[in-house]
């Protein structure tokens, strides 16, 4: 065996941040424009380099402040995962933690230090072409959007994103935005209301434009769904529905 040994990566880490929300029906995610080089002009994901000495946690807050004008303090950052594959970025060895935040009623962001531009977009567009966000963005997008499917399967979730009072409706909506599927309004509305703790019926209702009143709901105290709300049968359990494509 050769005695000679490989040297150690010199690394760089960053951070980089997944922010998803609901806006106009649809589930978004804020994206910068690159004001510097590399990948100068391109859409990318709120970030940038740990400085030395500073926590993670406190690197992606600060970073989503300076670049997009959001407080990281008011949102529940969760560490999404390491990427760090060679080549990932031109400038060397970058390692980076990336963070996902899911949240309703976030703000338009307000681009700031190396950012020219700060927006909102809808994550279908974001995900259409693998190489359109800077360095590998695209990938660290679609790891999270596939959280956050998963998050609305295991927990109560979808509720923070309605009003103090929501209807039905309301809540399958945000299960379709997220998921990117219609489902079957009688299975879920069956599947919401058989499991303990979702959601709590107010004793109000709401006038609809036409056909009867729409009873109102609340969040119930569970924070894990169980039997969970899976979005298809090849998981395992009981499926929502999903409403089968027109032929």
Known sequence: MSSARRAHAAVKVTVDLAILTVREG??????IERGNEPFRGRAAL????????????????RELREETGLDGSALHLAQLGAFGAPGRDPRGRVVT???????PHLPVPVPGSDASGARWEPVEASLADPDRL??????????????????????????????????MGELREIYEVVWGVPLDPRNFSRK?????????????QRVQETGRPATLYRRGPATTLYPPMLRGADQGGEPVGAVSPAR
């Open 26 to 31: 649809r589930l978004q995610v804020l994206l």
């Open 46 to 61: 709120p970030g940038g380099f740990l400085r030395d000495g500073e926590d993670l946690d406190a690197a992606a807050r």
């Open 97 to 103: 933690i990336a963070y996902l935040a899911i949240a």
């Open 134 to 167: 800077a360095f590998d963005h695209g990938d660290i997008l679609r790891t999270a959007v596939d959280r956050a499917r998963r998050e609305l399967e295991y927990t109560t979730l979808a509720t923070v994103f309605c009003g103090e009072t929501f209807t």
């Open 192 to 204: 919401v209301k058989k499991t303990e703790g979702f959601v709590i019926p107010s004793g109000e």
